[in-house]
């Protein structure tokens, strides 16, 4: 019983932390006498700061806010900063700021202090990417405990290491609670070790696929429509897990689902076909779920299709910061390591709590589960409207 109200504690949490992780991007091109920077931040992160899309010359206000968190500097003198601009970026969601420095000449190594959203968001990072004038490329995470950047070559005793990019994978997985929720009902009523494993495996290839290709260039998701996915992703795996018991006969599930589905059409959150053939697709799902015959590894394919999605929440938008082919390899590498490892690290502590569970009543697991889809339906309706 108290393995059972830690496990609610921690399921309420998520609700009021989903969100606590973000990340923003930035590339850097550094000259002589000028420094210029393009950054790619959410619009639901800047409400963290207090700027919110429904205020007057909001564009304005966001490049006037960044302009005043980043320090610029050549050796003892700061860098005089221009008129930067704000506007809204390609993908759904995002809002791109562009800024400019100007520098004294031969003032010393430009220095960087970074500084955006950390005032309202003390977890948040930043995925820089730094060209200096000599033509090395560095890359770097801004967070409030590493804020500052200076202009080095590197050398052979500080070469470039993927173990920042480990550790920012694995803080990803910990504290991305839409991912753990995803887990959860995931393993939730699995009676074997053989199927967790089964189902963790296909999502782990599934995640790593498309992060490989999101980080490759070779799809650019929609960054907006895939954060709604994973949140119905959730969703659709904690009613699979109510409709799949036999002896529920209710269709409430069902019901929940297309009132999702029909909202998410309404607010033009994804497509319209999309949203139709998700549709048909959980309806057939379902149905098949409770047939005598169904296939033994149903739920294993479908937790692969709902991992690409997680794949391209991961590191969707990372395809677009242009990291050199070769860092971005070494860089990405460390980060899919870090959240491999953060994940087992969760499924080390999860199974064995759910097992407990399972073996002292096995209705009591219907509690997680339900508070879980509770979180995702506020995800949900949270994405949507700032999408």
């Known amino acids: 019983m108290r393995a059972w109200g830690m496990l609610c504690l921690l399921l309420l949490a998520a609700g009021a932390q989903a969100h606590q992780r973000s990340t923003s991007y930035s590339d850097w091109q550094i000259a002589e006498n000028s420094v210029q920077a393009s950054l790619r931040i959410m619009q639901i992160d800047l409400t963290q700061v207090q700027l919110h899309p429904q205020q007057e010359e909001y564009l304005q206000r966001v490049a006037e806010y960044v302009a005043t968190h980043i320090v610029v500097s050549n050796g003892q003198q700061s860098c005089k900063a221009g008129n930067g601009n704000a506007q809204s970026a390609a993908e759904s969601g995002w809002i791109r700021v562009r800024l400019r420095w100007y520098c004294a000449p031969y003032g010393g190594p430009v220095q960087v202090r970074y500084g955006v959203l950390f005032d309202g968001a003390p977890n948040h990072v930043n995925l820089a990417v730094l060209r200096s004038a000599n033509g090395q490329t560095h890359s770097r995470v801004f967070t409030v405990q590493r804020d500052t950047w200076a202009d080095a070559p590197a050398t052979a005793e500080h070469p470039q290491k993927v173990s920042g990019f480990f550790l920012l994978g694995m803080e990803h997985i910990l504290t991305g609670w839409d991912h753990l929720c995803f887990l959860l009902v995931l393993v ?16 782990t290839l599934a995640h790593s696929l498309t992060l490989a290709l999101a980080v490759g260039g070779y799809v650019i998701p929609d960054t907006a429509a895939v954060e709604w996915l994973v949140a119905l992703s959730i969703v659709a795996l904690a009613v699979e897990n109510t409709w799949r018991e036999t002896q529920y006969r209710g269709h409430w599930p069902l019901i929940l689902l297309a009132l999702l589905l029909g909202g998410s059409a309404l607010m033009r959150v994804v497509p319209l076909p999309a949203v139709v053939g ?32 997680h794949g391209f929440g991961f590191a969707g938008a990372l395809s677009v910061v242009q990291i050199p082919a070769g860092q971005m390899v070494q860089s990405l590498l460390g980060f899919n390591l870090g959240v491999e490892a953060g994940q087992l690290l969760v499924l080390l502590v999860m199974v064995p709590i759910l097992r407990l569970l399972r073996n002292q009543r096995r209705e009591m697991l219907h509690v997680p589960n339900a508070l ?10 949270q994405r949507a409207l700032v999408s």
């Open 278 to 309: 998700m549709g048909v697709f959980l309806a057939g799902y379902l149905h098949l779920v409770r047939t005598p015959d169904a296939p033994r590894n149903l739920r294993a394919t479908v937790t692969f299709a709902f991992g690409l999605f």
């Open 372 to 381: 879980v889809s509770m979180a995702a339906c506020y995800w949900l309706a």
């Open 188 to 203: 939730l009523f699995a009676t074997a070790m053989r199927e967790v494993i089964w189902l963790v495996t296909g999502f």
